[in-house]
C-alpha cells in the first residue's frame, strides 16, 4: 500500500479508536443504579432557631421549596418520582414508629431512607430552608442512595433577598442536579447537557 494512502486508514482507525475510549469513558462515569431508578422526595424542613426574628410565616418558605422541588422534578423525572401522597404517608408511619427520636422524618436520613427502602426508590431527596435573618435564607439538600446511604448530592446555598423569589430559585436549581444525577445512575454532572463531571 502507498504510503498516502496509509495515511487515511491510519486517521480513521485512530478517529474510531478515539470514539470507542469516548464510549468506554462515559460508559465507566455512569454510576451504578440504573438511569430510570425511582426517586422518593420528602417534604423540605424548616429551621428558623437560629434567626434574629422568627415569625409564623417562615413556615410557607418551606412549603414552597416543597412545591417548587417537586414541580420541577416531575417536569425532568415525571412517572420516576414515587406518589407525593405516598411518601408523605410512609414517612409519618416510619417517625411513629421512633426511628427519629421524636424529630420529623425529613430532618432524619435514616428515617429518609427507611421510607424510600418501603416505596422501592433506589433514591431518597432531602431539603430544608433555614432562616437567618428576613432577607438571607439557606437551602440545604441532599440526594442519597438508599442502599448504601451515600450522599451523591449536599448542597448548600445562599438565598440573599425575598424568600419567595430565592427560594424557588434554589429549589429549582437542586431538583436539576438531581434529575441529571439520576439520570447518570448516580454520577454527579454538573452541566446542563448532561455531559459527566464529577462533583467537587
Not at 437560629?50 to 414552597?64: F, I, M, T, Y
Not at 437542586?174 to 448532561?194: E, I, N, Q, S
Request: aromatic content about 4%.
Amino acid at each position: 500500500m502507498k504510503q498516502s494512502a496509509i495515511r487515511p486508514v491510519l486517521l480513521a482507525s485512530l478517529a474510531v479508536l478515539g470514539l470507542a475510549e469516548a464510549a468506554a469513558q462515559v460508559t465507566h462515569e455512569m454510576g451504578p443504579e440504573s438511569p430510570t431508578a425511582m426517586v422518593a422526595v420528602l417534604t423540605a424542613a424548616l429551621y428558623n432557631e437560629g434567626a434574629n426574628v422568627r415569625e409564623d410565616a417562615d413556615s410557607s418558605s418551606a412549603s414552597l421549596a416543597t412545591t417548587v422541588l417537586r414541580n420541577r422534578l416531575t417536569e425532568r423525572l415525571g412517572d420516576q418520582l414515587v406518589p407525593f401522597a405516598l411518601v408523605d404517608s410512609i414517612a409519618d408511619r416510619v417517625s411513629s414508629e421512633g426511628l427519629t427520636g421524636g424529630a420529623p422524618c425529613n430532618v432524619v436520613v435514616a428515617c429518609a431512607r427507611e421510607t424510600a427502602r418501603r416505596v422501592e426508590a433506589p433514591w431518597v431527596v432531602l431539603a430544608k430552608v433555614s432562616k437567618t435573618s428576613n432577607l438571607i435564607w439557606l437551602l440545604s439538600a441532599q440526594l442519597v442512595r438508599v442502599s448504601t446511604g451515600e450522599i451523591i448530592l449536599d448542597d448548600s446555598t445562599e438565598l440573599k433577598g425575598d424568600p419567595a423569589v430565592m427560594v424557588p430559585v434554589g429549589a429549582r436549581n437542586f431538583a436539576d442536579r438531581v434529575a441529571r444525577t439520576v439520570r447518570r445512575g448516580g454520577f454527579a454532572t454538573d452541566f446542563p447537557d448532561g455531559v459527566p463531571h464529577p462533583a467537587p
